[in-house]
């Protein structure tokens, strides 16, 4: 028997720490402090990165877990650069999928300028649909695992923009959002860094980020807004939600 009272609401899955946190931070925020059990999975440890270390990479990615308050963040080690989608891969996201069993997935949007996303896009999208294949075995902790595929999944805004199927306005928690992103000043502008620039590093990224999302929060009338996207109709219980 499944203990349902130890299901999650939402997994956040980003290729690299920090990816959760500029494009779903306020969302993730929004939902812990509503109340909500949110888990964190980071597939690499940023090891790539020009700047910083995977070491500093996971002191950072704790501190934005603490800010968050969610229930866990995980880092799977699958290799910075090289996101294979292969079975031992998949099979690694599978097993956190079933261990605590979201019902929604957020996951990288399938076009993307970094290569690592659309990878872990593919991969995120194979390891929802094999988790509910029941001749794919998986254990934890020495013990067999219940096959388990999320409700939904849906689709962050990274660096590509697309169409949102909906915004979620994050303005009472946008704050939140933007301590996050200062947990990892490793990779953020710093006029004293003495390591080569980078997109991140430039001193107009940060705005660029604010900047859109007021931008999809003026579409839905307020301050700040993140977008995401949905391949599947989103569905409401009732018209009233839109009144």
């Known amino acids: 028997m499944i203990n349902m009272n130890n299901q999650i609401d939402v997994m956040a899955i980003g290729a690299h720490p920090d990816d959760v946190e500029l494009s779903c931070g306020g969302t993730i925020a929004h939902l812990t402090r509503s109340g909500k059990k949110v888990v964190i999975v980071d ?50 996201l599978i097993n956190v999928i079933r261990k605590y069993r979201p019902k929604v997935l957020l996951i990288p949007h399938w076009l993307e300028r970094h290569p690592d996303h659309e990878h ?16 794919i075995k998986t254990t934890f902790e020495g013990k ?27 303005s009472k928690y946008y704050s939140i959002k ?9 990779q953020f502008y710093n006029p004293k860094s003495k390591e080569s620039e980078t997109l991140l590093s430039s001193k107009r990224f940060l705005e660029f980020i ?28 009732s018209f009233e939600v839109f009144i």
Not at 210 to 219: A, E, L, T, V, W
Not at 226 to 235: C, D, L, Q, T
């Open 120 to 135: 872990a896009h593919r991969l995120c999208r194979e390891a929802w649909f094999y988790s509910g294949l029941e001749k």
């Open 144 to 170: 067999k695992q219940i096959p388990f595929r999320p409700h939904r999944f849906y689709h962050f805004m990274q660096k590509f923009e697309f169409a949102p199927s909906f915004i979620v306005d994050v």
């Open 178 to 186: 933007e301590e996050t992103i200062k947990c990892f000043n490793s």
């Open 210 to 237: 604010q900047s859109r999302d007021i931008h999809f929060g003026s579409m839905i009338g307020v301050d700040y807004g993140e977008p995401f996207y949905s391949i599947e109709p989103v569905g409401v219980s």
């Open 43 to 92: 597939l690499t440890q940023g090891e790539l990165g020009t700047r910083g270390s995977a070491l500093i990479r996971k002191n950072e990615a704790e501190n934005a877990h603490k800010v968050f308050q969610t229930e866990a963040r995980i880092n799977l080690k699958i290799s910075d650069g090289n996101i294979e989608i292969s079975k031992l891969n998949v099979n690694k």
